[in-house]
């Protein structure tokens, strides 16, 4: 007779101190993907959406590579499971890409004259004091700044 699999995921040990903080941006995600979209442009009604996923990103990074809270095996479970983007903190890990807010921002074929996105520009190298990048809602993410 075959082995009944069963949906039962193993939590690793120190997954109870993660847990509330996850719970509650993947609450503020769920409000954020129902909010209405009425009167915002196209590309606005996703910059919620970024932002949240940018903080459960950081949030598991820091905890792991600066904070040294949770162990390995916990991080990588984190990232198993989609709690945290893995390619977002594999450019994390490169020198100038410390503070990268999506990784659509540098990639060049998602703009005019394959560059990278206007956020990435250093403040001091910017004509217009006030952007948003139009991928992100992002207001600058260059390593200089």
């Not at 919620?48 to 991080?75: G, M, N, V």
């Amino acid at each position: 007779m075959p082995k009944v699999k069963t949906n039962r995921v193993k939590y690793p040990e120190g997954w109870e101190l993660i847990e509330p903080t996850l719970r509650e941006l993947q609450a503020k995600m769920r409000e954020a993907e129902n909010d209405p979209h009425d009167g915002k442009r196209k590309c606005e009604t996703l910059w919620p959406i970024f932002k949240i996923a940018h903080q459960k990103s950081r949030y598991i990074f820091d905890l792991y590579h600066r904070r040294k809270e949770i162990t390995k095996e916990l991080y990588e479970f984190c990232l198993d499971q989609g709690y945290a983007d893995r390619n977002l903190i594999a450019k994390w890990k490169k020198p100038g890409y410390e503070r990268l807010c999506c990784l659509r921002c540098m990639q060049p074929r998602d703009h005019n004259f394959a560059t990278t996105c206007v956020c990435r520009v250093p403040k001091h190298l910017r004509e217009e004091k006030v952007i948003e990048c139009v991928h992100c809602g992002c207001r600058g993410c260059a390593s200089g700044d």
